[in-house]
């Protein structure tokens, strides 16, 4: 089969303009969906789209092939306009295999695209996928717009030349579905193409394959009669700037390199692998050029007694990790707190409780970082509502660390991290810098104090080695000012309530908490983490259509803003969206004592636009 070099250009076909499109792409998880649907990405990010993205990956590791537990997807809105989240319901699916179909067909729109691979659709793929008919021939698909591609033999015939096995050419056809959603969207093919070159350039015939199925796929799209029509998202109006299309892991990495650029510190990552938080690990292990020290422990209680060690060693300290993985780090977490150093302690988010769906979202581990230590040991605690603002929540984490040397708790989850969306990149030089003080060396006879306090109720952070400021550390409690052991119990008493007092200080070193839209009225939509996207929407289209509702997003959930009180008397009713039972309306209710009310979702998938907007109107019915 001869593929042109270049596509041939659409003539002969109507090309319909959209304000936006969300496409999902669905297979089996060794068809490459992932790779299809980055691409997609970054073609659209560098057409100008403004785009948001979910990957949603199996729960098994290698699930058998064909079965609807190995069914892996990536969906993304590309817009003309600022988008927060990745898009309701889809505009177009394409679907690998029957398995594929039968997990994914009931988020496509009426109307709407329906890409299928027919040749996956034999009766031993139908019986794995537990189907007892082929939907492609029993009527059940007639809302759709149904597309057969004989997609593996298309990609087969396409590579044939080139000797290389059915087995090896099937393993093209991600690119040939690529190749088509290309020409149905009006995409390039350039950014694709250099990807595969430098991705692949060590392997010329597995890049010319893959050059070859994509090319096929567009030539498919402009020559077979299946399209009436293609379409064109043009591009969005962002604040001018250098963007780059940033996954919420990637953007977290990048936040903590700068941190330790701006405190003038060498950043220490100690962590032990698990889903969703170990492609921070991989991120910052690559670049040791900027003074990165990475460690990949035995376990999580190792990892975070080492980057207690850090700590108390000068560096900027981080560890990572997951639900299970944080009940695992939380004795050593309150001895960071006794000891009073700062670091980071990030938790993305999974579902849970124990192994729980490990590549699902969730964001259930709230009162787990904010209780689950022995004793009293408050710690502060930020959320990221999106994958660019990992970066930014770093930054504001590490600088409130050091200010009040203490551990803080940064919450991120599987949605945000695997996520991905427009970043303006900062000048480095704009960022504010980050100050960090040691004590000099002791210049008298004096003893060194350790637990001398300055206004913020902060410890000075003594380098170890420094002359005269040797001093004792250890989880048992500390006599205040000179930090020897003390088993005195108004000491004990008195220390307890100073460490929360510090963390409660931070409440005046933050933001007040704002409101979009009328800072008063009928309802409040209160939200954190990773519901920002689908939050501010939904409050967006009800004011649009004038409801009085108005949203707030909270980045600090320890201590709250100053002013949050304030802001929820202001209104007559309170929503509080989350993906779990209701525990950030928890801590509402026993803090400010107001009904606040719950819109709870616990199944592993993000919040639709429309969900909220019919909890919002059943509160102001």
């Not at 717009?145 to 044939?160: D, G, N, Q």
């Not at 980057?307 to 000068?314: C, E, P, Q, R, T």
């Not at 949605?415 to 060396?441: C, M, Q, S, T």
Request: glycine residues 10%.
């Amino acid at each position: 089969m001869s593929i042109p070099a270049e596509p041939l250009r659409q003539v002969h076909r109507p090309v319909q303009e959209l304000q936006s499109a969300t496409v999902r792409l669905a297979g089996d998880s060794g068809d490459g969906m992932q790779l299809t649907g980055s691409q997609l990405t970054n073609t659209s990010a560098l057409a100008g789209n403004d785009i948001a993205t979910f990957p949603d990956y199996p729960a098994e590791i290698r699930a058998p092939r064909g079965t609807r537990a190995g069914v892996s997807g990536f969906q993304v809105q590309f817009a003309s306009q600022e988008i927060f989240t990745p898009g309701d319901r889809l505009n177009a699916l394409v679907a690998m295999n029957p398995a594929a179909l039968v997990t994914n067909i009931a988020d496509l729109e009426p109307g709407g695209v329906l890409i299928v691979n027919e040749d996956a659709f034999t009766a031993k793929d139908l019986k794995l996928a537990k189907l007892d008919r082929n939907p492609l021939e029993d009527g059940s698909l007639s809302k759709y717009r149904l597309v057969k591609v004989p997609m593996s033999t298309l990609t087969r015939k396409a590579v044939e030349d080139l000797r290389l096995g059915q087995k090896f050419a099937d393993r093209c056809k991600n690119f040939f579905a690529m190749g088509l959603i290309y020409w149905l969207y009006g995409r390039e093919l350039d950014v694709t193409l250099r990807f595969n070159r430098d991705k692949f350039g060590d392997k010329p015939d597995v890049a010319q394959a893959n050059e070859r199925a994509l090319r096929a796929g567009w030539y498919y799209g402009e020559t077979t009669e299946a399209f009436a029509v293609s379409y064109r998202v043009g591009p969005a109006r962002l604040q001018s700037g250098l963007y780059r299309n940033m996954m919420g892991n990637q953007a977290t990495a990048w936040g903590l390199m700068a941190a330790a650029r701006l405190s003038g510190k060498q950043l220490f990552y100690g962590s032990y692998p698990i889903t969703p938080a170990s492609d921070i690990l991989h991120e910052l292990s690559r670049h040791k050029n900027f003074g990165v020290r990475t460690l990949q422990a035995e376990d999580e209680i190792s990892a975070i007694g080492a980057v207690i060690g850090a700590a108390f060693g000068g560096a900027m300290a981080v560890t990572a990790s997951s639900g299970p993985g944080i009940a695992l780090k939380t004795e050593a977490m309150g001895l960071g707190l006794m000891l009073e150093l700062p670091m980071l302690i990030i938790n993305v988010q999974r579902g849970g409780p124990s192994t729980g769906l490990p590549t699902k979202t969730e964001q259930a581990d709230l009162l787990q970082v904010m209780f689950g230590r022995n004793g009293e040991a408050p710690l502060p605690v930020l959320a990221c509502r999106s994958p660019a603002d990992c970066f930014d929540v770093v930054l504001e984490a590490w600088r409130i660390a050091v200010r009040y040397m203490v551990p803080v708790i940064i919450l991120s989850d599987g949605y945000i991290a695997n996520g991905a969306e427009p970043w303006r990149i900062p000048r480095f030089d704009d960022l504010p810098k980050i100050p960090v003080e040691h004590p000099g060396a002791s210049q008298d006879d004096e003893p060194f104090l350790p637990y001398l306090r300055d206004e913020r109720l902060s410890r000075p952070w003594a380098l170890p080695g420094t002359p005269g400021l040797e001093h004792r550390i250890g989880g048992l409690e500390k006599q205040q000012v000179t930090g020897a052991v003390s088993y005195d119990a108004d000491n004990h008493e008195f220390m307890v309530k100073l460490r929360a007092q510090k963390v409660e200080n931070i409440a005046m070193d933050i933001p007040l908490q704002d409101v979009y839209g009328p800072p008063a009225g009928d309802l409040l939509v209160l939200s954190w983490g990773g519901t920002y996207g689908a939050c501010v929407t939904a409050v967006e289209q009800c004011r649009e259509g004038g409801l009085s509702v108005s949203h707030a997003h909270l980045r600090y959930l320890n201590p709250f803003p100053a002013n949050l009180g304030e802001v929820l008397e202001n209104f007559d009713r309170v929503l509080i969206p989350e993906w779990n039972l209701g525990q950030l309306r928890l801590l509402i209710r026993a803090k400010y004592l107001i009904d606040a009310q719950g819109l709870n979702k616990v199944q592993g998938k993000p919040f639709q636009v429309e969900e909220i907007v019919t909890a919002i109107r059943q509160q102001l019915q």
